[in-house]
């Protein structure tokens, strides 16, 4: 069973920077998709960035440009850098494992993905 575990998050001003990491273990294989998503209170889970194993790369509008998702193949280990932090990017933020790879673009559908963590909050403060 693949356990998937997240750590990073905090409290920071609106302009600060936070870097949240996911480790993955208990897998006989590679993990070929990883994701980070958010959730706030009464809110669906939001896909915010995923990567797949060839590198490719998918972020959400709201991010693009302030974070950044990378992993280290070789250890399971996801990261996202998130710059330039909003109020709005308030949220607890969950890392996601899936069995395949999917399609060319990383899917960022929470139904697309296989393990869950139990989330990190992230607080933005104005």
């Known amino acids: 069973q693949v356990q998937v575990v997240e750590s990073g998050g905090g409290s920071v001003q609106a302009g600060g920077s936070l870097r949240l990491s996911c480790a993955a273990s208990?897998?006989?294989?590679?993990?070929?998709?990883m994701a980070w998503f958010r959730q706030t209170p009464g809110k669906e889970r939001e896909g915010v960035a995923a990567?797949?194993?060839?590198?490719?790369?998918s972020y959400a509008d709201s991010v693009k440009g302030r974070f950044t998702i990378s992993r280290d193949n070789a250890k399971n280990i996801l990261y996202l850098e998130m710059n330039s932090l909003r109020p709005e990017d308030t949220a607890m933020y969950y890392c996601?494992?899936?069995?395949?790879?999917?399609?060319?673009?990383?899917?960022?559908?929470?139904?697309?993905?296989?393990?869950w963590g139990q989330g990190t909050q992230v607080t933005v403060s104005s």
């Open positions: 208990g897998a006989s294989y590679f993990i070929p998709r």
């Open positions: 990567i797949i194993s060839a590198g490719r790369i």
């Open positions: 996601a494992a899936a069995r395949t790879s999917g399609g060319w673009l990383p899917s960022r559908r929470a139904e697309d993905f296989d393990y």
